[in-house]
């Protein structure tokens, strides 16, 4: 399974981004995308996950009211809706899928595949 995410840039404060995801390959064996973030000098950080059957999502508390995760499995993409962004939201974006057989739970805490992310950059 390849990952590709897209949809990044360079905005700024209260403005609004959309990232895509998409899967290519054996995408049936996933049952759980998510987005995670990373900004400079910090470690990687948990945004949002979307169950792709049901459709339920988790998002961190950090994003909760401005960010809202999407997918349309039948075209193998799944979003990221960013609004009222604020300079504390800049670093790369990555994509991430799960496959079953992993830890059970809801959002995994296993993730197999990654995309090589997106840059969102937020000015003042």
């Known amino acids: 399974v390849q990952l590709q995410a897209s949809g990044g840039g360079l905005v700024q404060a209260g403005d609004s981004l959309r990232l895509s995801c998409t899967a290519s390959?054996?995408?049936?064996?996933?049952?759980?995308m998510a987005w995670f973030r990373q900004a400079p000098g910090k470690e990687r950080e948990f945004v949002a996950a979307?169950?792709?059957?049901?459709?339920?999502?988790k998002h961190a508390d950090s994003v909760v009211g401005r960010f809202t995760m999407s997918g349309d499995w039948l075209k193998n993409t799944v979003y990221l809706q960013l609004n009222s962004l604020t300079p504390e939201d800049t670093g790369v974006y990555y994509c991430?899928?799960?496959?079953?057989?992993?830890?059970?739970?809801?959002?995994?805490?296993?993730?197999?595949?990654w995309g090589r992310g997106t840059q969102v950059t937020v000015s003042s």
């Open positions: 390959g054996l995408t049936f064996s996933i049952w759980a």
């Open positions: 991430a899928g799960a496959m079953g057989g992993g830890p059970p739970g809801f959002p995994p805490r296993q993730y197999d595949y």
């Open positions: 979307l169950r792709l059957s049901g459709g339920g999502t």
